[in-house]
């Protein structure tokens, strides 16, 4: 048997090791999406999502209007919540909410709903380095968080958590 040294590749994912824990994180997996979906060149934003408007002709994740041209499959949409979701759900829930926000319109997106994607992957774009840090320090405790949405959906007057 060889002994191949620490990992520091795995299933897609780096790993860093540090004297007191481990960096986990995806720059290269970032890097390859943010070429894919042109958008390596662009300038990096400092928040994955723009703030949700209180006023509902002002939303920008408000359900598609009457007036709003239907995006075609020409549009890699599923193509880029696929990848944000693999982000996401591996070592940057920085941008989960995002990403669940901007998946519900998979079937119906427009114009507006693209220019968030591009909004979370101009975010990607500054936040490559971002990841998953694990202490050596052991302190035998569980916590647990959670969070509930009233009237998370103002379009339709329903809490989605």
């Known amino acids: ?5 620490k990992t520091k590749f795995c299933l897609g994912l780096q ?10 994180h995806q720059m290269a997996y970032t890097e390859k999406a943010l070429k894919r979906f042109n958008m390596a060149d662009y300038h990096p934003l400092t928040s ?3 703030v949700r408007s209180l006023g509902l002709d002002t939303d920008p994740f ?4 009457d007036d709003e041209d239907v995006l075609g499959p020409e549009m890699p949409y ?6 944000l979701m693999y982000l996401a759900t591996h070592t940057r829930p920085d941008i989960a909410f995002a990403v669940n926000l901007l998946s519900r319109f998979s079937s119906c997106l427009t114009q507006r709903h693209w220019n ?3 909004h979370v992957l101009r975010y990607l774009q500054g936040t ?3 990841g998953l840090y694990y202490t050596n320090h052991n302190k035998n405790g569980l916590v647990g968080f959670a969070d509930a949405g009233y009237l998370s959906d103002p379009h339709h007057a329903r809490s989605q958590t």
């Open 1 to 5: 048997m060889k002994d191949l040294r």
């Open 15 to 24: 790993l860093e090791y540090r004297n007191d824990g481990i960096l986990v």
């Open 48 to 50: 994955p999502m723009v």
């Open 62 to 65: 408000r359900p598609k209007m």
């Open 78 to 83: 599923l193509s880029a919540i696929g990848a």
């Open 116 to 118: 968030e994607i591009k």
């Open 128 to 130: 490559k380095d971002l």
